[in-house]
């Protein structure tokens, strides 16, 4: 008798390696950069802070900070050819085949395009940390028919990405939430725009490409699109109890990522750990809508399979929860 092997359908319960910069625990609501808690580092540091920690293991001292926000500050800059490149899309591509694009095209006009030692690829990470940003503000901003921005060194990345999308200084708010945002979404472990990443560059090609293959990746309804399907459920569903009931349907049919949501309360703001939408209340109050806020708990996360969604106004922003 021959002997067989068995084999996994796709990569699922495949343990495909370890990781010391990001622990994940979904089932009890745990993530973790370095060792240091989501919801520390959500209250208490920058998104800056958070990156310069992912990448050298420890956070950093004030002059640390201001040195690689420096840096960062820097690479703000797009060659003309790549806003050029921009202005040939057509209105219509959506914006993550535009990012795909642009971060490929990247590669011809990166100083050290050869190059493939530690600490090239460090700089050129620094360079696409700045100018991704830049692309996704200025496509917006062009196919719109507005005028770019330039960047503002004195605001922080989620500062300047306001600023260059929206053409006015956000406010303090607004910086705090995205940059609350950006640090949710700072490193997930092993997913699977993080594996098609690694797979890309364990073949020693080159940062540009790696990250291409992430993109591409990330754009897939189950992977970062989960987060698009969530934003079209609150803008197609007009009422909460609406898309209270088209979560509930979702949920059977597929399993529906950025759907149930653990709320924290951080520094005064109530943000949603998953899908991270905005939402105005105040209609749905009008309506005579019976909704319940979600109280703060203790240090242990919440967890909730309950669709939530958040309110922003212009001096705090508020969880509630689909009841």
């Not at 950093?60 to 040939?88: G, V």
């Not at 597929?254 to 309360?265: H, L, Q, T, V, Y």
Request: aromatic share 6%; charged share 25%; with cysteine.
């Amino acid at each position: 008798m021959s002997a067989t092997t068995q084999t996994n359908r796709g990569l699922e319960d495949i343990l495909a390696g370890s990781s010391s910069i990001t622990y994940i625990d979904g089932k009890n609501g745990i993530l973790a950069h370095r060792g240091i808690d989501i919801h520390e580092l959500a209250d208490f540091a920058s998104f800056e802070e958070v990156t310069y920690l992912l990448w050298h293991g420890k956070l950093p001292t004030r002059s640390q900070l201001a040195e690689f926000s420096l840096l960062l500050a820097r690479e703000r800059k797009l060659d003309a050819q790549i806003i050029s490149l921009l202005r040939q899309c057509p209105r219509h591509a959506l914006p993550m085949d535009v990012l795909r694009t642009m971060v490929s095209s990247l590669s011809f006009f990166d100083p050290e395009e050869k190059v493939n030692t530690k600490q090239a690829n460090y700089n050129k990470a620094m360079r696409l940390f700045s100018q991704i940003a830049m692309i996704v503000t200025a496509y917006d901003r062009i196919r719109k028919g507005l005028p770019l921005i330039e960047p503002d060194r004195t605001l922080t990345h989620a500062g300047n990405f306001l600023l260059m999308l929206n053409g006015e200084r956000p406010s303090e708010t607004a910086i705090r939430a995205l940059d609350i945002s950006l640090i949710l979404s700072a490193d997930h472990e092993w997913n699977a725009s993080t594996f098609a990443a690694r797979v890309t560059a364990a073949t020693l090609s080159d940062m540009h490409s790696a990250i291409t293959s992430a993109i591409g990746t990330l754009k897939g309804p189950l992977h970062g699109g989960a987060n698009e399907q969530v934003f079209k459920i609150l803008r197609t569903e007009r009422t909460r109890w609406n898309i209270s009931r088209a979560c509930s349907l979702r949920r059977r049919k597929f399993r529906a990522s950025g759907i149930a949501c653990i709320p924290r309360k951080i520094r005064g703001l109530r943000i949603c750990g998953g899908c991270r939408a905005t939402w105005d209340i105040r209609a749905d109050r009008r309506s005579g809508s019976n909704t319940r806020r979600q109280s703060r708990t203790s240090s242990t996360p919440i967890r909730s399979s309950t669709p939530m969604w958040i309110s922003i106004r212009p001096r705090h922003i508020t969880l509630w929860e689909l009841t």
